[in-house]
């Protein structure tokens, strides 16, 4: 029996939707449109024009039930507060709107669903990123781990044993920050007290901490003093204080600087520092959550700013070198022989949203 979903995949910069089809080949998205999140006052009205354009080209046929992921925590009440826009999604109001169930779900659970999908050998919507030493390791049963770093930083998990698939939500993005040498730390202090408290990891680790990296290596705050670790940068261009190109950054609009930086990080000392740290940061954290859950199906990168600086992750395994770091001998052997693999596939949200859709619209 074929089935028509509604399905969404709502972030802090991009709102996509999509029709999406199950029948008896699998589930295909068949529409898709895109729009800015932080040009909308709510889910609705983009909801209704991509409906009104859909109806307008011909398609009349009936929706059987609505998905929609958000970045950020389902509530109670069927809601959720988006982390890093201004407004929220209502599962009431929709389905005032299309007048079919309506179920909400974080992001991540949506990645979550969608990674059960993917082939970790189709080099199209796959990377795989190789150990230092060259080695490459199968994905097994068991628990999924999904990592993205985009506008923010989402994390999910999926158990997938024994052809079951269960995902389950996830606020890690917002656990403490890792820290290593005295440049980390020195950053962990100078946001701790932006924020008033502990900062965490989101912060740091993920397009809006690509931006504040870079402020504080381009502010009085740092010092060449503070890079104690192996950082292969120009000391001397850093000590000269911001170049032209860190200078044009700063004075360009917020939200550009996180692509800015990684178009620059080839050429420019400050971008440079910014994305090695980033980095590190990143492959540190997707480390020790890997030793909270052990993924015997992988660490998976999702999220824009993983695809997009795939070979800058790639290069001298930057990732994997810091992804193996640990204090205990058993969780780097651990760490050295789990698979680690770079999402590609910009319509995995959309496609988890149906997964979802499927399996909830079957038990409910």
């Known amino acids: 029996m074929s089935k028509l979903f509604l399905v969404g995949d709502v972030g802090g910069t991009n709102t996509n939707l999509a029709l999406a089809r199950h029948d008896q080949s699998g ?14 006052k709510s889910l609705v009205d983009p909801v209704r024009r991509f409906l009104e354009a859909e109806r307008a080209g ?21 809601s959720i507060p988006l982390t890093n826009a201004p407004w929220s999604i209502h599962a009431s109001e929709l389905f005032s709107l299309l007048n079919v169930p309506v179920k909400l779900i974080n992001d991540f659970t949506a990645l979550s669903y969608a990674v059960t999908l993917l082939d970790y050998r189709d080099t199209g919507a796959v990377t795989q990123l190789p150990h230092p030493d060259g080695s490459l390791y199968e994905p097994r049963d068991g628990i999924m781990l999904v990592i993205g770093a985009g506008t923010g930083l989402g994390v999910g998990f999926v158990d997938r044993s024994g052809g079951h698939i269960k995902a389950f939500p996830s606020e890690g993005g917002h656990s403490e920050m890792p820290c290593f040498d005295d440049l980390s730390r020195a950053i962990h202090r100078w946001l701790s007290d932006r924020y008033g408290y502990a900062a965490g990891a989101e912060i740091a680790i993920a397009g ?7 402020e504080f290596i381009c502010s009085d705050e740092f010092s060449v003093r503070m890079l104690t670790g192996d950082y292969e940068v120009p000391h001397a261009a850093l000590a000269a204080g911001p170049s032209e190109t860190a200078r044009s ?3 360009s609009p917020h939200l550009d600087w996180p692509a ?18 980033f980095v590190r940061l990143y492959a540190l954290k997707a480390a020790n959550l ?21 070979a800058w992750l790639i290069k001298n395994a930057r990732f994997m070198r810091w992804f193996e770091k640990n204090y205990a001998p058993h969780i780097r052997q651990f760490l050295a022989h789990t698979p680690v693999m770079i999402v590609k596939n910009y319509d995995i949200s959309l ?13 409910g």
């Open 260 to 277: 800015k930086i990684a178009l620059h990080a080839e050429d420019d000392a400050f971008c440079a520092l910014t994305m090695e740290l």
């Open 208 to 214: 809006q901490g690509i931006a504040n990296i870079f």
């Open 27 to 40: 589930i295909r998205l068949i529409k898709k449109a895109r729009f800015s999140t932080r040009q909308e």
């Open 290 to 310: 890997a030793s909270i859950f052990l993924p015997a199906g992988g660490v998976w990168l999702a999220g824009g700013i993983s695809s997009k600086n795939e």
């Open 351 to 363: 496609l988890g949203a149906a997964v979802a859709a499927l399996q909830l619209s079957a038990h």
């Open 249 to 251: 950054i700063l004075t």
């Open 58 to 78: 011909g398609s009349a046929e009936a929706i059987d039930f609505c998905c929609i992921s958000g970045a950020g925590p389902v509530l109670s009440d069927e």
